[in-house]
């Protein structure tokens, strides 16, 4: 929604601007989720003398230092890989400020989202955050597009609300999480964890935010007219299942964690998730076109076997999220780390075929997650390392 208000209302290049700064925020966003997700699986709630079970678990003050680092790391990436070389050099220090604030105030976000999904399970202050965070950007965002377009100012509106979120927050939160929880592993742990979850985060960023470079290679040669209209279709057809399974990790780490009945409803959560991106599936390659032309404004005309792809791939990318947030809940880092990994090399591999477009999208958009939830699912790849907590 931003990215089209912003486009609607600035120049090409003042939106190539707000694009480059966009994409590498995000990008070092998805890198720190997996902190968040971390966070909510080694954090338990503090009741009676269960503070001294475990005298080695990570503080909150350390991990928030480890934190800190692991956001330098990820800005470091961000600046010398993805980004054009010297990005973040003299002319554009201010940028490399600012993105490396937002990404500080994302990290706070990530550890209150995730003390508060696994100490409280607290899911409407959480909801209230994820709001306030919409909002806030939305307005200041909006401002600057409407009244005045200035680089600068456009990446403080973006980055800002990340930092205003926790402190409008903070009356709240406050009697959830403080001296009120604890961390089951030691720092290192902490570190090496997130680390995984992190690299894992990336591979799934790849799949999900990544997925029109993707597009871009399948497609190459062909129009650009025809390239938007396939990464458009791509891209808005895969969003509700996978934003909804993304959004909803969290929140299945902590309840499998805190109840391990709850494992068992997860085959019937991942069928029926199945079952709905089939029936999606065949509702797009029926009317898909008819349905995109009408949103986008414009004639759209793709092949229906991608429609069914589409539809299918959807629903098993989602069930990737579900079974990872079961690994995560039983400590089982290096299979989520595998079940992603696996995913993107499969994805990767596929783009050194030379078969149709559209029917190698097709298989682009079904195998991997296919592989990935093979890999996810196997047992023996790797042994539970802890129960899960009654």
């Known amino acids: 929604m931003l990215n089209i208000l912003v486009k609607r209302e600035v120049s090409d290049s003042s939106f190539v601007e707000f694009a480059i700064f966009w994409g590498a925020l995000y990008l070092g966003i998805g890198l720190l989720s997996g902190i968040q997700q971390e966070v909510t699986r080694s954090s338990s709630r503090n009741e009676g003398d269960q503070t001294s079970k475990n005298p080695r678990g990570a503080r909150p003050f350390h991990v928030a230092l480890a934190t800190i680092g692991l956001i330098a790391v990820v800005l470091a990436v961000i600046s010398l890989v993805v980004l054009p070389h010297h990005y973040f050099g003299p002319p554009n220090l201010e940028s490399g400020l600012i993105l490396f604030c937002g990404l500080s105030g994302y990290a706070i976000v990530a550890l209150i989202s995730g003390l508060l999904y696994g100490a409280n399970n607290a899911v409407k202050v959480v909801a209230l955050m994820i709001v306030s965070d919409v909002l806030l950007r939305l307005i200041f965002v909006g401002s600057v597009a409407t009244f005045g377009y200035d680089a600068i100012a456009m990446e403080v509106a973006i980055c800002l609300p990340f930092i205003l979120v926790p402190a409008f927050v903070f009356p709240i939160t406050r009697k959830y999480i403080s001296k009120n929880f604890a961390f089951d592993v030691s720092l290192g742990k902490f570190f090496i964890n997130s680390i995984q979850t992190m690299a894992a985060a990336g591979a799934m960023s790849l799949l999900i ?80 076109n008819q349905v995109f032309s009408y949103v986008a404004n414009q004639e759209i005309q793709i092949n229906g076997l991608i429609y069914l792809a589409v539809g299918i791939s959807s629903g098993m990318v989602a069930v990737l999220f579900v079974i990872g947030a079961k690994l995560l809940a039983e400590d089982a880092h290096f299979r989520y780390l595998c079940m992603w990994l696996v995913t993107v090399i499969v994805t990767l591999a596929f783009l050194f075929f030379e078969l149709e477009p559209g029917f190698l999208l097709s298989l682009v958009l079904i195998a991997p997650p296919l592989v990935g939830l093979l890999v996810g699912t196997m047992p023996g790849i790797t042994k539970r390392k802890n129960k899960v907590n009654q």
Request: glycine share 4%; hydrophobic share 60%.
């Open 209 to 288: 935010s990544g997925f029109p470079l993707v597009i871009r290679e399948l497609y190459f040669e062909v129009q650009k007219e025809q390239l938007a209209s396939i990464i458009f279709v791509v891209t808005l057809a895969r969003a509700p299942l996978i934003v909804i399974a993304m959004s909803l990790q969290s929140y299945l780490i902590a309840k499998i964690r805190k109840n391990s009945d709850f494992i068992s409803r997860l085959r019937l959560i991942s069928l029926g998730v199945f079952i709905a991106s089939l029936i999606l599936g065949a509702l797009l390659s029926v009317f898909g």
